[in-house]
């Protein structure tokens, strides 16, 4: 994609997956960090 949109569904689409690939580390690292902290009660 030239980073030209022309329709309002490209644009839609466009940050939609971006959101996706904010949104899945996002969550993975709050697992690691909730495992790291719950880890520490044990102790």
Avoid: C, Q
Wanted: charge should be negative; hydrophobic fraction near 50%.
């Amino acid at each position: 994609m030239d980073g030209v949109f022309y329709t309002l569904h490209d644009f839609m689409i466009h940050t939609e997956s971006i959101t996706y690939l904010l949104i899945i580390p996002a969550l993975l690292g709050i697992t690691v960090f909730w495992r790291l902290i719950a880890g520490k009660d044990d102790n």
